[in-house]
């Protein structure tokens, strides 16, 4: 059953600056369902979309990013939610935190650097639980506990922690409230690969442990290959290519997937690895057709000029590339 269904979401940064307007596609008509219990990974170099699409659907649509098209919809156990339609900011907060969560790039985003770690912790769940401050500690200890974390963490400065302490002080924060769909947002930036290995094991142990469901944003190909279910590839605003894990790392269909598995290291193998030609493209002004075509290998004369959709391949596969109908 799918916890989460997005159909043709488009959401744009729109701004006027000395009176001209400038309008970046960031996510331009992304359709997609994630499954209850699943691990749903979203692929794709820097700036093709991933954090706006996670900022969009997860509800925190703030000036200049507007939504211009698009439905997002929650179904929980007990109801159904448009969150693009909760006119309620109260009703947005409850629902953030209690059913879903986000695991934001950089810890210093979330600690405050001049209050102790306990006060975030406060803030967290005082806004959704109406306990006493015994209640309070005995849940947290008990939380902390569970993640490898000690209690005296609770009266420290952030500056205080390593990176990776406060990385995993911040997914203790997010999953505190046990919700029902977790969003990681590159989770593991600016930590070195050991801190990394910790960070996403810890991930996955909360999430085996709740049965919540995880959605993980991140550029790195590896993190997708040992953690998820399923995976989507964006590429300027758009996904280009869905499937389960395997079946993407074994047989990818789109070209930039292709690419982006070439660009990885391989064990036995010591040549030089190849790296994507070109750049991602502005979003400001997307090249008309295929939005891959100026960096694709194959590039034929019908993808200058027309778009290709997300077409089903079977078993749940999707490719938006004019090669998966004979090349034509
Ligand atoms: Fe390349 Fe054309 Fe496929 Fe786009 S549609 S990825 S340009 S072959």
């Not at 997914?171 to 690969?193: G, K, Q």
């Not at 194959?298 to 490719?319: A, I, K, Y």
Request: net charge neutral.
């Amino acid at each position: 059953m799918a916890i989460l269904e997005v159909n043709n979401l488009k959401a744009y940064y729109v701004t006027h600056t000395f009176g001209r307007s400038s309008t970046v596609r960031a996510v331009d008509g992304v359709s997609f369902q994630v499954n209850k219990n699943e691990i749903y990974g979203i692929a794709g170099e820097s700036g093709c979309g991933k954090s706006t699409l996670l900022k969009a659907i997860s509800g925190l649509v703030k000036p200049p990013l507007q939504i211009l098209d698009g439905e997002v919809g929650y179904n929980f156990d007990d109801e159904r939610l448009d969150i693009l339609s909760l006119r309620d900011d109260r009703k947005r907060r409850k629902l953030r935190g209690a059913r879903i969560s986000l695991i934001p790039q950089g810890s210093m985003s979330v600690l405050n650097p001049v209050r102790r770690v306990r006060k975030a912790f406060e803030d967290v769940i005082y806004a959704h639980l109406d306990v006493s401050e015994k209640e309070f500690e005995e849940l947290v200890s008990r939380h902390l506990l569970a993640l490898g974390l000690d209690w005296t963490v609770m009266h420290t400065y952030p500056h205080q922690l390593s990176g990776g302490m406060r990385q995993r002080i911040t997914i203790a924060l997010s999953t505190i409230l046990r919700p029902d769909i977790i969003f990681a947002d590159e989770p593991t930036t600016a930590l070195d690969v050991v801190v990394q290995r910790g960070v996403v094991q810890l991930i996955k142990k909360i999430k085996e442990e709740q049965q919540n469901t995880l959605i993980m944003v991140t550029h790195d190909m590896s993190i997708h290959a040992n953690l998820c279910d399923r995976l989507a590839v964006m590429y300027a605003g758009e996904i280009v290519e869905e499937g389960d894990v395997q079946s993407i790392f074994s047989a990818p269909k789109h070209p930039y997937t292709t690419m982006l598995l070439d660009s990885l290291p391989k064990v036995g193998d010591s040549s030089a690895r190849v790296s994507a030609p070109g750049a991602p493209p502005s979003l400001v002004d997307p090249p008309e057709g295929c939005r891959f075509h100026p960096r694709c290998p194959h590039v034929m004369e019908r993808c200058r000029v027309e778009s290709p959709v997300l077409n089903g391949l079977g078993n749940g596969h999707r490719v938006a590339c004019f090669l998966q109908e004979g090349g034509k």
